[in-house]
């Protein structure tokens, strides 16, 4: 019996497993959600992170609601959401900006999510905060944040549109122009051309008199 093909499934659905639970249970930490919101409340944090500005400005409902700020910029900010699936069980959910933003701004804002859910992480697991995995190496293990993040290249393909509309509406407008020109020669095709301005008197200044 060919043993390659079973063997070859079972490591199939191992890896499945794997990939499915790493998905699944990332963002499940083995303590109480009141040791989470503590820990979340007043995390540790190296100077700068996780926000480009600085350490978060942090508040909360004192259950299972925080938000992360970023310093001076509340409309940069972050929703963290605590449920206890156990007393020695908690999920927390990370939802950063808003439905609608621009592309660059929703761009912005999903690298920032990926530095927060590493600073989450580090703080829940007992750990430093790793600069490195802050880039996604952390957040790609989480579900994927309600609010839709766009990637550079939308980004990129968005201003590039803008660009490209703003050209449009230059070339409409000059064409409307030019058009208004033609046909204001066409409706003057006949006019008699405008009579000359009178001269200006001529002025030959005061006589002299006469010397003695």
């Not at 083995?30 to 409340?41: F, I, K, T």
């Not at 972050?78 to 156990?86: G, N, P, R």
Request: hydrophobic letters at 35%; aromatic letters at 8%.
């Amino acid at each position: 019996m060919n043993l390659a093909y079973p063997i070859f499934v079972v490591g199939l659905a191992a890896g499945a497993y794997y990939l499915y639970t790493q998905h699944s249970d990332a963002d499940v930490y083995p303590l109480s959600r009141e040791q989470v919101y503590a820990r979340l409340d007043r995390p540790t944090l190296p100077n700068g992170a996780p926000f480009q500005q600085g350490s978060p400005e942090i508040s909360g409902n004192g259950i299972d609601r925080i938000s992360w700020s970023a310093p001076g910029y509340a409309a940069q900010s972050c929703a963290l959401k605590l449920a206890a699936l156990s007393p020695k069980a908690t999920r927390v959910a990370v939802s950063c900006g808003h439905d609608g933003d621009d592309s660059l701004t929703s761009m912005v804002t999903g690298e920032e999510r990926n530095a927060v859910i590493e600073a989450i992480d580090a703080n829940l697991t007992d750990r430093a905060f790793d600069p490195s995995r802050a880039r996604g190496q952390t957040a790609w293990r989480w579900p994927a944040d309600p609010v839709r993040h766009a990637t550079m290249a939308a980004a990129v393909g968005d201003n590039l549109q803008q660009g490209l509309e703003a050209a449009a509406s230059v070339a409409s407008a000059q064409r409307e122009a030019d058009a208004a020109q033609r046909q204001y020669e066409r409706d003057h095709a006949n006019d008699p051309p405008p009579s000359a301005p009178p001269a200006a008197p001529q002025s030959f200044g005061q006589p002299t008199l006469p010397t003695q």
